[in-house]
């Protein structure tokens, strides 16, 4: 019995002790996860309004170059440009697609598009973060609809060519910017 109790003391212990050693884990590297997070978020606004920077000045860059403005809780950042980006996100075929959208000033047209989280299967549908893929739908038209179609077959200012063997998650992709679009075009232009 009393190597029962010992043993039950022991591991409430060593519980509490690992339990205090991950909240303080976690506290030191909270900020500094939410800091990479925000400059993840920099770097891929400025790569969407196609705005050159190096690692170093990543964050004065930004502060030089855009302008925040919130309205209706969308956030659009704006370039001296007069070029517009905003964050996506929604769901992939296997998980969330989260990134960036640049846009030209007539709101319509596409400057570039930057994914900076993706969980598509790897070397189909991941192939929709690959840059050869994001450089088809620049000075691609939003409106009325952005489509991605079968590889080789865009031939519209709004068509977008697809990837071989990735066609549902070359589709999701379609489905989550034409619906961010949407809502964000939406604001855009009621705040004109």
Do not use: C
């Amino acid at each position: 019995m009393k190597d029962k109790i010992l043993m039950i003391i022991f591991v409430l212990i060593l519980g509490s002790v690992l339990t205090a050693a991950l909240l303080a884990v976690n506290t030191i590297t909270a900020p500094i996860i939410e800091k990479n997070n925000e400059i993840s978020i920099i770097k891929s606004v400025l790569d969407a309004l196609e705005i050159l920077y190096i690692e170093e000045d990543v964050e004065s860059v930004f502060s030089d170059n855009i302008e925040v403005m919130i309205k209706e809780d969308k956030t659009f950042y704006i370039s001296k440009s007069g070029d517009t980006a905003f964050e996506y996100s929604g769901s992939g075929l296997w998980g969330p697609i989260e990134g960036v959208i640049g846009i030209k000033p007539d709101f319509e047209t596409i400057k570039a598009v930057t994914i900076i989280y993706q969980e598509e299967t790897p070397g189909l549908g991941g192939r929709i973060a690959e840059q050869q893929f994001l450089d088809r739908f620049k000075d691609k038209k939003l409106h009325p609809e952005l489509l991605i179609v079968p590889p080789g077959r865009a031939k519209d200012e709004n068509e977008v060519d697809g990837i071989t063997g990735a066609t549902m998650s070359s589709k999701a992709f379609e489905t989550i910017i034409n619906s961010q679009y949407n809502k964000y075009r939406q604001v855009y232009f009621q705040s004109l």
